[in-house]
């Protein structure tokens, strides 16, 4: 900034800013030329280092491709998988196993008896079972050859799809056997009385044909049948369930519809947090704020919110809600009563003088608020229990139907156990029905197997022998299960494939941009003409202007050759079944090279080829790859590349860094070190130059004001020396 005062034409009425502008803007030519040399460094080093990162990602998978274990890869299969599967490493050798399983691992496990739970008062469920559908029909008199009986879409001609008999009585069990071999079978089953063919639905609860017409019997030979439904048929029946609320749910209530749980809690309560906590402690899928609400305001919340599948829910306005499934005669009984219990723990347990009282665990105390807690309170605290500052194997849940409380560990094995103490008459153990009159504990059990002829016993039911791991899932003491470990031709010809396909995307990428067109008319845009232009003009112009940067590049041409030449070479020295020694044996070919195509040095795979080869000689194949040697010649194909591909990156990254260090020693970053020094050198020198011109300027508007002085000073006296006169 300049410490002298400028005045800009105030005396000589010239545009001093402008003329000083324009003088500068001749000056600044230089600066532009070094900014936009410096812009061109910068796309260039970006460009580097975007062919780095591809790079980078074939050298990754070279790495890969190098490894033996990637040409080893194992497949088990098992001979019943119903009692064992298995999984095999690349260390596995190629055989046949045995395996008898005789017995899992099991973890320790207690199952506490029926609690006997208080239903809430305030809310009332009753239910209905849907029945089968059931219809019968009987033949009045013979049929004749020809005639047809259709019922629910199926059609059956006398004479041809069932034997017409002696008489009716005959005719009907002909009948009955063709309708059980109908597609009607899969739904009915047909029974004969007396003439008369019984259908009665396998599903309860479930209903054929349309509603209002549930038997249709048509054909020439309908007037041979007679429906005999208005006497012995029934209609499939909608389960239904009448959920009454005659209150407001005590906070902690636990209501069951369907498969959806919903929790009543108090948002001004202190049980639960929100309503995230609610649903989390009580196992809910949704929590209902009771707050302010009534028994039909209650009911109006659970029918607009809770979802089910398979039911519907119709809301009466009075506390009543009709729970009915979505389809007439499916379902059950979808009585919800047993899922409704009383909030509190003591409540439900029908004690007031439990209090704080505790479960002893494994020797753990486990202490609950009976008066204020749930017991689902009891079983998060169980579940988050930390022994030795870390959380324990034991696992508690409370299944509300059952109404029983379920602990069990998390793994198993014979070091596996739970142990309750007894705490007493009227103690929680005993209330939970846990406990007794004496303390119960449970053992786990460890897997007990035999693999080629040797007993073998483990903790969990995962075991590993040889790179083999044995998923059991299922005990059958003298059943041998045959695990036959092979090659996995597969996973090592799609190993292959992959890397043959990431590298023509490489040697397509590095040549599309070695022999980028160049516009070198195309420079960097000053400030000043972006200011002239668009957005989108510029975009158009920089996208020309960067293009080309890495035309012809001696590294990166280097660098595909090189590649080229590795697919392309012959490996010395294999030793193997096939001799394998350049992957045209094992099917995978270069394309021809050419200067003007980017897709030249691609590689082709023949599937049919690679994976005979794969199979055949797979030690072959993995030396092809994978064989080291300080010999170039002796040196895997994949190995070479690595080694290519390291070396290449190295040196792009001398030339262009790596744009994460704080000081960049490339070669380009160097070069834009040196011009930003420039820069700031000739911005100083261009500052001193501006303040020059306002200086020259300045003086001038000074010696024309003093001249201007003057001028006033002689033209008074003259006047003055007139009028004296």
């Not at 003088?23 to 260039?44: C, G």
Request: hydrophobic share 35%; net charge negative; aromatic share 6%.
């Amino acid at each position: 900034m300049s410490s002298s005062l400028r005045i800009g034409g105030l005396v000589s009425g010239f545009d001093v800013d402008s003329m000083v502008e324009q003088l500068m803007k001749a000056r600044r030519v230089p600066l532009d030329k070094l900014k936009q040399q410096k812009q061109v460094l910068e796309w260039q080093s970006e460009d580097y280092r975007s062919m780095n990162n591809t790079l980078r990602t074939l050298r990754d998978s070279a790495f890969n491709m190098k490894l033996q274990s990637t040409y080893l890869a194992r497949q088990a299969t098992s001979s019943n998988e119903a009692l064992v599967s298995a999984t095999a490493s690349s260390s596995a050798a190629v055989l046949n196993h045995t395996v008898v399983v005789n017995s899992l691992a099991e973890g320790a496990s207690i199952t506490g008896g029926e609690i006997g739970s208080v239903v809430e008062s305030k809310v009332q469920a009753t239910g209905i079972d849907a029945v089968a559908a059931k219809y019968g029909f009987s033949v009045g008199s013979n049929f004749s050859d020809g005639e047809q009986f259709t019922w629910d879409g199926v059609t059956l001609v006398a004479g041809t799809d069932f034997t017409i008999g002696k008489d009716a009585k005959e005719t009907s069990e002909n009948l009955k056997k063709a309708l059980e071999e109908s597609s009607l079978g899969n739904n009915w089953t047909f029974t004969v009385s007396n003439s008369v063919v019984f259908a009665t639905a396998k599903t309860t609860g479930s209903r054929i044909g349309t509603a209002g017409n549930y038997l249709e019997v048509s054909g020439t030979g309908a007037s041979r049948v007679t429906d005999t439904q208005t006497t012995i048929g029934e209609n499939a029946v909608t389960a239904a369930t009448k959920l009454t609320f005659t209150g407001v749910p005590t906070e902690g209530v636990v209501v069951t519809i369907g498969n959806k749980k919903v929790v009543f809690f108090s948002d001004s309560g202190s049980k639960y947090a929100d309503a995230s906590v609610a649903k989390s402690a009580a196992g809910a899928d949704y929590a209902i704020d009771i707050d302010g609400k009534t028994a039909a305001t209650i009911a109006d919340a659970v029918q607009e919110s809770v979802s089910p599948s398979g039911v519907v829910i119709t809301d009466d306005d009075n506390g009543v809600l009709t729970i009915a499934a979505d389809t007439a005669g499916s379902g059950g009984n979808t009585s919800v009563a047993t899922s409704i219990k009383k909030s509190t723990l003591g409540l439900q347990l029908n004690d007031s003088s439990l209090g704080v009282s505790s479960l002893v665990i494994n020797g753990e105390e486990i202490t609950i608020n009976c008066e204020s807690q749930t017991i689902y309170d009891l079983v998060y605290r169980i579940n988050t229990h930390k022994k030795d500052g870390k959380l324990w194997d034991i696992q508690a849940s409370y299944d509300a139907t059952l109404d029983r409380l379920f602990l069990t560990t998390t793994s198993t094995g014979a070091d596996r156990e739970i142990t309750v103490k007894d705490g007493g008459s009227g103690s929680l153990s005993r209330m939970l029905k846990l406990t007794t009159d004496s303390d119960v504990t449970d053992s786990g059990s460890d897997a007990s197997i035999k693999i080629d002829g040797t007993d073998f016993t483990f903790s969990s039911n995962n075991a590993t022998v040889n790179g083999v791991t044995y998923n059991l899932k299922s005990a059958s003491p003298g059943t041998t299960v045959n695990v036959n470990v092979s090659q996995d031709v597969d996973k090592v010809y799609n190993a292959i494939k992959d890397f043959v396909d990431l590298y023509n995307t490489t040697i397509t990428t590095v040549q599309e941009k070695t022999k980028e067109k160049r516009y070198k008319d195309y420079t960097p845009l000053t400030d000043e003409q972006k200011e002239e232009m668009t957005e989108n003009q510029i975009e158009q112009w920089e996208k020309l202007a960067r293009q080309g940067l890495l035309k012809n590049d001696s590294i990166l041409t280097d660098i595909v050759y090189k590649m080229r030449t590795n697919m392309a070479s012959s490996v010395s020295g294999i030793v193997s079944f096939q001799n394998y020694d350049n992957l045209a044996d094992i099917g995978i070919k270069t394309a021809i090279y050419t200067s003007n195509s980017s897709e030249d040095g691609k590689l082709t795979i023949d599937e049919t080829s690679l994976r005979e080869a794969i199979a055949k000689d797979p030690e072959g194949v993995m030396q092809l790859f994978t064989k080291s040697s300080d010999n170039y010649s002796e040196k895997g194909i994949a190995a070479s590349i690595y080694d290519n591909l390291s070396s290449g990156i190295s040196s792009l990254s001398d030339k262009a860094g790596y744009g994460t260090d704080l000081y960049d020693d490339s070669t380009i970053g160097k070069k834009i070190t040196e011009i930003d020094d420039d820069i700031d050198d000739l911005e100083d020198r261009l500052g001193d130059i501006e303040e020059r011109y306002w200086n020259q300027f300045t003086a001038m508007e000074q010696a024309i004001m003093k001249l201007n002085s003057q001028s006033t000073w002689l033209t008074n006296m003259f006047s003055s020396g007139s009028n004296q006169q």
